[in-house]
């Protein structure tokens, strides 16, 4: 079965905190993503990666970065967190040409 | 430009059918899917159809794709109170980056 597993479904931060967020696939994806989500604005594009130590910029991607040291894990990191940032983020991965699986989504609240 | 458009909102009777419609623009695009998602919850894959197909089925799900009009819809025959549900439609883009772009979502209330 397929798995993404982001590692926390709730988070509060505070103004200027740096974030990190975890994402982990287990199906040898080439590609990953990160979304978020808001009321409204729908599904908006963060950061891709395509393959390892491979990153391309989405829709909204400042603020935000991203690394990709292996496969199987994708990361999403607020440099400084602010309260615009408080959203629902959404991990997916998926094969070349493939559809994509997501992960069940972090809740952050940036205060 | 790329867009993916559906409407916001439709209230069905349990049992009924519900028939969900979304518009794309890009031609190019090689799969179109549709996701569901429950409150708090992530986007959980329904059923995709390649572009090259008019119809596919699975179950109560039969997904519609008229290439001419770029007009792609889902119909969940004798819907339940658990679809209750926001549902995506989505695209992926004709070039290498493998995107998708998702509507806004289509949110689905079933009454008792």
């Known amino acids: 079965d397929v798995k993404v597993t982001q590692s926390s479904r709730y988070l509060v931060k505070r103004t200027g905190e740096k974030v990190f967020l975890e994402c982990v696939q287990d199906?040898?994806?080439?590609?990953m993503f990160w979304y978020r989500q808001d009321p409204g604005l729908g599904l908006r594009l963060i950061y891709f990666s395509y393959d390892v130590k491979m990153k391309e910029k989405g829709d909204i991607p400042e603020g935000y970065s991203v690394s990709r040291e292996k496969k199987e894990r994708f990361s999403l990191i607020l440099e400084s967190a602010s309260t615009n940032q408080t959203s629902m983020y959404l991990c997916?991965?998926?094969?070349?040409?493939?559809?994509?699986?997501f992960g069940q989504g972090t809740r952050l609240t940036v205060v | 430009g790329e867009d993916v458009e559906q409407s916001l909102f439709l209230s069905v009777r349990e049992g009924d059918s519900s028939v969900i419609n979304c518009t794309y623009t890009?031609?190019?695009?090689?799969?179109l899917y549709w996701y569901k998602q429950e409150p708090g919850a992530g986007l959980q894959l329904l059923t995709y159809?390649?572009?090259?197909?008019d119809m596919k089925q699975d179950q109560r799900l039969t997904v519609l794709l008229n290439k001419k009009d770029k007009h792609l819809s889902l119909r969940i025959a004798d819907t339940q109170t658990g679809d209750s549900a926001i549902y995506f439609c989505a695209e992926s883009m004709g070039d290498s980056s493998y995107k998708l772009i998702f509507g806004s979502g289509t949110r689905l209330l079933v009454r008792p």
């Open positions: 159809i390649f572009s090259n197909m």
């Open positions: 890009d031609s190019s695009s090689t799969y």
């Open positions: 199906m040898d994806h080439e590609n």
């Open positions: 997916a991965s998926s094969s070349t040409q493939g559809a994509a699986f």
